[in-house]
């Protein structure tokens, strides 16, 4: 079985200060880990994943995420945040599928709050 | 085009009547999925189709039918539902076993 973790339920931070939200995951194969978004009232938007390769991961926004297997992480950072950031924050996992579908586990989100 | 919509954009409907949610997707996407989304939580599964046939039921009432009439399209047919069943119904699209989802705006439903 595999699990997500987001130890922060909720971070503030002021407007172009740096910003990392955490997240560890738990699974004994190899796993796709992805980022997303939820605005307020909207669904979710994919922010950026890692599927192999580098594990320093660009995405969408001027985020970016790094890959740490030895410590099961992918914690998602932005250099300096904008107002227009604030928003829930999920981290994912996919196990190693070789069927056609997919089934993510998600965790519990971290609520990402800017102000001026 | 990464997009998947979704109507209605919001949905009251009392514990009797019937209704039903509608997904479109043009990406050539053979996985859909359906997600129920309570407020300040993550989503959560609740069916999954694959090549237009039903390849999980994460232990749904029966009150929730699903069905996917074609590759693009996948509905949600709502019957004597209950008030706690009100939430952000959300519905995913995939490519397949590589897990990247692409969520539509969701369906705001609210059972009185």
């Known amino acids: 079985a595999q699990s997500v973790t987001q130890l922060d339920s909720q971070v503030p931070v002021f407007e172009e200060a740096p910003v990392e939200l955490r997240c560890n995951y738990s699974?004994?194969?190899?796993?796709?880990l992805f980022w997303y978004v939820q605005y307020p009232n909207q669904g979710l938007q994919l922010l950026l994943k890692y599927l192999s390769g580098s594990t320093l991961v660009k995405g969408i926004n001027g985020f970016e995420a790094e890959f740490n297997k030895s410590q099961t992480s992918f914690h998602l950072r932005k250099p300096s945040v904008h107002i227009s950031d604030t928003a829930e924050y999920f981290c994912?996992?996919?196990?190693?599928?070789?069927?056609?579908?997919?089934?993510?586990?998600f965790g519990t989100g971290t609520r990402l709050q800017v102000t001026l | 085009d990464t997009e998947v919509t979704q109507t209605p954009k919001h949905l009251v409907m009392g514990m009797t009547n019937k209704k039903s949610l509608k997904c479109e997707q043009h990406m050539g996407h053979r996985a859909m999925y359906w997600y129920k989304q309570k407020a300040k939580k993550p989503p959560e599964l609740m069916f999954v189709?694959?090549?237009?046939?039903?390849?999980i039921n994460e232990s749904v009432p029966s009150r929730f039918s699903p069905e996917c009439p074609n590759s693009s399209l996948l509905n949600l047919h709502l019957h004597a539902l209950q008030p706690e069943d009100s939430a952000l119904y959300l519905c995913?699209?995939?490519?397949?076993?590589?897990?990247?989802?692409?969520f539509g705006p969701g369906t705001r439903l609210t059972v009185t």
């Open positions: 994912a996992v996919s196990q190693d599928q070789t069927g056609t579908a997919s089934k993510l586990t």
């Open positions: 995913a699209s995939s490519q397949g076993g590589l897990g990247e989802q692409y």
């Open positions: 699974s004994s194969v190899s796993v796709y």
């Open positions: 189709y694959s090549y237009e046939k039903l390849s």
